[in-house]
């Protein structure tokens, strides 16, 4: 015997008033999440910044100390004492190659937190990688195999021509650890879109988790061994491109290897 409307109705309300606290609940949960997570993301923002700003102004400092010490150790070379006595010339030499070291960790430092001073003009990437194959190919090593995807027209990026070629040369140093002593590299480049240029380091080698994908980009954040590297190279990365008005992306899973994109500003786009 089918109930009355009146009653039907009755049960309706009284079904929405025993879900609606359990819905309230769930979506006062979604909320809280949702706020949790954004406030994760505001204050994870804020320690960047703050850590830019320190490794700025060390990097400032340590750069200013190490001019003078560069200085002297050239006033010291072609003193006449020092330029006739081999041991004090060998002392001198590593000292400019420990003040070399330190000038490119300063560099990276400087990059990382956008404060180095571009100089960005239009760069055709065919030709740019094409002057690079040496530097490429020495820093690989004979075991590694780098293949170049150029598409046509030639993409031309409005970049400082010098960081650059130092944040690539950090992409393929990181390919050649990756793939643990042989295999393929793919550089490609080509247009991302009618403004911006893409161009990446594509390697087959042991990739990375989603926990090191995470930090990948942090300052100092390394795995590899204790004095193996600063831990600034793509983090140095990261800063040049989004300085250049651009940005880094990677891709990675563990054993499928790890694809590094870099989008950088087209020369001749609109601001």
């Given at each position: ?118 100089q960005p003009e239009p760069v055709g990437l065919g030709g740019f990688l094409a002057g690079l194959q040496p530097a490429f190919r020495q820093l690989a090593g004979a075991a590694i195999r780098i293949r170049y995807e150029i598409e046509a027209p030639d993409p031309v990026a409005f970049v400082d021509r010098r960081q650059l070629e130092a944040a690539l040369l950090n992409l393929i140093s990181n390919a050649r650890d990756a793939l643990q002593g042989g295999g393929d590299v793919v550089v490609r480049a ?82």
């Amino acid at each position: 015997m089918p109930l009355p409307a009146n009653s039907v109705l009755m049960l309706a309300l009284l079904l929405l008033l025993l879900l609606l606290p359990g819905m309230a609940m769930v979506l006062l949960s979604a909320r809280r999440r949702r706020l949790d997570a954004e406030r994760a993301v505001s204050a994870a923002e804020a320690r960047m910044r703050t850590m830019s700003r320190v490794i700025g102004g060390i990097a400032h400092e340590f750069n200013n100390q190490l001019t003078v010490m560069m200085q002297a150790t050239g006033l010291l070379a072609d003193h006449a004492a020092i330029a006739a006595d081999p041991a004090p010339q060998a002392l001198l030499q590593a000292i400019r190659r420990s003040g070399a070291a330190c000038a490119h960790v300063t560099a990276q430092m400087l990059s990382f937190s956008r404060q180095q001073n571009l100089q960005p003009e239009p760069v055709g990437l065919g030709g740019f990688l094409a002057g690079l194959q040496p530097a490429f190919r020495q820093l690989a090593g004979a075991a590694i195999r780098i293949r170049y995807e150029i598409e046509a027209p030639d993409p031309v990026a409005f970049v400082d021509r010098r960081q650059l070629e130092a944040a690539l040369l950090n992409l393929i140093s990181n390919a050649r650890d990756a793939l643990q002593g042989g295999g393929d590299v793919v550089v490609r480049a080509g247009a991302a879109d009618s403004h911006s240029v893409r161009l990446e380091v594509i390697d087959g080698g042991v990739g990375m988790s989603a926990e090191v994908l995470a930090r990948a980009t942090e300052p100092f954040y390394s795995t590899r061994p204790v004095g193996d590297g600063s831990g600034l190279g793509l983090s140095m990365v990261q800063g040049f491109a989004m300085q250049s008005g651009g940005l880094l992306r990677l891709h990675s899973e563990p054993g499928r290897g790890t694809a590094a994109e870099l989008i950088l500003p087209a020369a001749g786009r609109s601001s």
